[in-house]
């Protein structure tokens, strides 16, 4: 159902800025962004551990956003193409994010669990849906996280806007979505990023990795980072320790991670490397966060009456 937009004419603050990803890693406020963005993130991995299983690696991150993409450029008429399976793989196309089967795949467990409903059809070979409230919050709150983050680099209004104007998500998000797929570097990082970010709550481990070594010297191409242990670590964010232990083995054989002596437990360090990776790969995100909220703002002129 298209949505109709009433615009204030006044605004009380500029309309918020975008960000290059120069910019946004160069800001001094870039440790203090990632840091809040990070602990709200695990805050909701810990809470709602099975809804977010459609967020815990990058491809099920990517296919997440395309198919509320779909959805919300169908809702505010941007669009007339719902969310099926033709109109998620169109959206894809080019993008060699995911296969045609995974694709499927991935919306029949959307089906499977409820977060879609099915939408009325005459032709009963017509398989298109609309998503649930309920997803769209769980979208909602990945968005606001970010926006409140990217608040912190500027002072800026990004988060109150969206609270004043709740549909600020559903022309935003599109946009941001088209533009990370763009991003060669966001789904496509680098080996030692992506040892963590393709794996099953990887990017988790790899947030609170990258945390510790915040303001560590670099001491002979190494960035200690004190004990770390893959059972601690398991625990703390409810996966297996062998899960947990087969992703360090796999940095470490990249050379991105390693202990100061054998076993998992001592010592640890991380290659600069790796942090400047994920720093990166953080960045680029931010900057799509950042101007596709920029543009929707400005394509409908909201202010933060």
């Known amino acids: 159902m298209p949505l109709t937009m009433q615009v204030s004419a006044d605004p009380v603050r500029p309309l918020p800025r975008s960000f290059t990803v120069e910019e946004v890693m160069s800001s001094p406020h870039f440790a203090a962004t990632l840091e809040a963005s990070r602990d709200d993130l695990l805050g909701v991995h810990q809470r709602l551990p099975r809804e977010v299983r459609y967020l815990a690696d990058l491809q099920r991150w990517l296919l997440s956003q395309a198919t509320l993409a779909v959805h919300f450029e169908y809702r505010t008429g941007l669009s007339d193409q719902p969310i099926s399976p033709t109109n998620l793989?169109?959206?894809?196309?080019?993008?060699?994010?995911?296969?045609?089967?995974?694709?499927?795949?991935?919306?029949?467990?959307?089906?499977?669990?409820?977060?879609?409903?099915?939408?009325?059809?005459?032709d009963k070979r017509v398989r298109n849906y609309i998503a649930r409230p309920y997803a769209e919050e769980l979208i909602r709150e990945w968005f606001h996280i970010h926006l409140r983050a990217l608040d912190l680099m500027d002072d800026g209004n990004r988060f109150a806007l969206s609270q004043s104007r709740p549909d600020l998500l559903f022309h935003a998000q599109p946009r941001m979505t088209r533009y990370v797929l763009a991003e060669r570097e966001w789904f496509d990082p680098p080996a030692a990023v992506a040892a963590f970010v393709k794996a099953d709550s990887g990017s988790n481990l790899l947030h609170h990795l990258a945390a510790l070594a915040a303001d560590k010297p670099v001491i002979d191409g190494k960035i200690w980072i004190g004990p770390i242990s893959s059972a601690r670590m398991a625990q703390g964010y409810l996966i297996s320790q062998s899960h947990t232990g087969r992703l360090f083995a796999k940095a470490r054989k990249l050379g991105a991670m390693g202990w100061e002596k054998t076993g998992h437990g001592r010592d640890c360090w991380l290659a600069p490397e790796l942090v400047e990776a994920y720093h990166k790969w953080q960045a680029v995100k931010l900057s799509c966060v950042a101007r596709a909220v920029a543009e929707a703002a400005a394509a409908l002129q909201l202010d933060e009456a």
């Open 89 to 122: 793989l169109g959206f894809l196309k080019g993008t060699h994010v995911s296969s045609r089967n995974t694709t499927l795949s991935f919306l029949n467990e959307m089906i499977y669990y409820k977060l879609v409903d099915p939408l009325p059809s005459s």
